[in-house]
């Protein structure tokens, strides 16, 4: 197996803590971002859209988007099942998952931010464009995970949803986002007692700057 990353890249953040809750290893391979080494043509014959993470899987075959590569990492592995429960509560997951990765995510991300710096707006106005969008966002998180039982999103055990949480709050205290929500900083203290979560840290890894 081998992951196509970059540290400090939230999603593929989320695959390196899928694997390390899987108890799985895989080669890395470091893609500077701002340096704009996804737009490679290397890389985009891997992932035609310049995004990372790419996957490479033991058969050779390529994944792309990370709650997809997730998935399938959780069906070939199903041991330590990052999706459990009933229909509704695997249901319940992804949807908290997706408001992160589909609707907080691309909105605040490097590819968007530099467009929006394009149009003429100046950093201040970049950096409240992604705050805003954090800020909203992880409230109708926090909205939807009252009453869930803990200490994890969604009880005793990390699911894909604390996945995708624990980059997401990385990206909001780099953005100054006032973490204002209790039940997230909880999540976020149980996420920090599992080995997964800390070794896939972006300061964890062999490209941090």
């Known amino acids: 197996m081998k992951l196509h990353g970059y540290f400090r890249s939230s999603a593929a953040w989320r695959v390196r803590i899928a694997l390390g809750l899987k108890g799985l290893e895989a080669e890395q391979a470091f893609l500077h971002l701002r340096k704009g080494e996804q737009r490679s043509e290397a890389y985009l014959a891997l992932n035609p859209q310049g995004l990372l993470p ?10 792309t988007q990370s709650l997809a590569i997730i998935e399938y990492l959780d069906e070939v ?16 997951i992804r949807a908290a998952a997706l408001l992160v990765a589909t609707d907080i995510h691309p909105i605040q991300n490097l590819k968007i931010l530099n467009r929006v710096k394009a149009l003429s707006h100046d950093d201040a106005v970049v950096t409240e464009w992604a705050r805003q969008t954090i800020d909203e966002g992880l409230d109708a998180l926090n909205s939807l ?7 994890f999103a969604f009880g005793e055990t990390p699911t894909l949803a604390d ?10 205290r780099r953005f100054g986002v006032d973490l204002r929500w209790p039940r997230l900083l909880e999540i976020e203290a149980a996420c920090k007692a599992v080995p997964a979560f800390a070794a896939a840290q972006p300061e964890n890894q062999p490209d941090a700057e």
């Open 54 to 63: 790419a996957f490479e899987t033991d058969e050779g075959e390529i994944l």
């Open 77 to 92: 592995y199903p041991e330590v099942s990052l999706l459990p429960g009933s229909a509704l509560q695997r249901a319940r």
């Open 145 to 151: 995970l009252q009453g869930q039982p803990g200490p």
């Open 163 to 172: 996945i995708c949480l624990i980059p997401q709050l990385g990206n909001a």
